[in-house]
């Protein structure tokens, strides 16, 4: 399979805890994005990089998330001491990313986070 | 049948008919715009992407309609089949993508 990959599929954690999800984008894809999405609505943007430089974070990413790229092929996502809120679908996508062109993203299935 | 996007999030149509999803965005800059469908459990698959200087594009059983005019975007799907019951959001690209809420299309047998 060549697509985009995520591990886990799904974590369970208690409040407090801290998790870190992986993304192995498609290999010759230089953008990496992650989503979040709760039931019923639509992926929200969180961060993406282009190779191992994060280029924008949106403010849902509170201090609590950190991803990083280090060789600019997998990513991870770390959130630390996970609250209840955080509960939801973590989506990772890659593009071939040109800079100003206009590209389809491919997404992974997603980790599925309850924080219990 | 036809939604309205985010005032209808849920659309049924019965097998072999035609579907129509619609979109509004928001960004009057928005020069590119794709169509994904998303089934239970699994991420966004792309179906169909339209730039701004097209008002519409044609793909296998489906086709989208761009009006820059009123930012609105609409999905068609032609003969519709149980395999297309699906959440399907629409996403503009601004600097990077962002999301509808999506409407769910429910096929019935």
């Known amino acids: 399979d060549t697509g985009v990959s995520q591990d886990p599929r799904h974590k369970i954690t208690k409040r407090g805890q801290n998790v870190t999800f992986r993304c192995d984008p498609i290999?010759?894809?230089?953008?990496l994005y992650w989503y979040r999405q709760t039931l019923g609505q639509g992926p929200e943007f969180l961060t993406y990089?282009?190779?191992?430089?994060?280029?924008?974070k949106s403010r849902l990413l509170s201090d609590r998330f950190s991803a990083e790229r280090p060789k600019g092929s997998f990513s991870t996502l770390e959130i630390q001491r996970t609250e209840q809120g955080d509960s939801a679908m973590y989506l990772c996508?890659?593009?071939?990313?040109?800079?100003?062109?206009?590209?389809?993203?491919?997404f992974g299935s997603g980790t599925q986070l309850s924080v219990l | 049948g036809e939604s309205v996007g985010l005032h209808l999030p849920t659309l049924s149509v019965q097998e072999g008919d035609n579907s129509i999803i619609n979109c509004a965005y928001s960004n009057s800059a928005s020069d590119y715009f794709i169509w994904y469908k998303q089934e239970s459990g699994k991420g966004p698959q792309f179906i169909i992407d339209?730039?701004?200087?097209?008002d519409k594009r044609q793909g296998q059983r489906v086709t989208v309609l761009l009006n820059k005019t009123v930012k609105h975007l609409s999905l068609q799907i032609a003969a519709t089949q149980p395999g297309d019951s699906a959440v399907y959001f629409c996403?503009?690209?601004?600097?990077?993508?962002?999301f509808g809420a999506g409407t769910r299309l429910t096929v019935k047998p």
């Open positions: 996508a890659s593009s071939l990313g040109a800079p100003s062109e206009n590209e389809k993203l491919f």
């Open positions: 290999s010759e894809h230089n953008r």
């Open positions: 990089f282009q190779n191992e430089a994060q280029l924008e």
């Open positions: 339209i730039r701004s200087n097209m």
């Open positions: 996403a503009e690209n601004i600097r990077d993508m962002r």
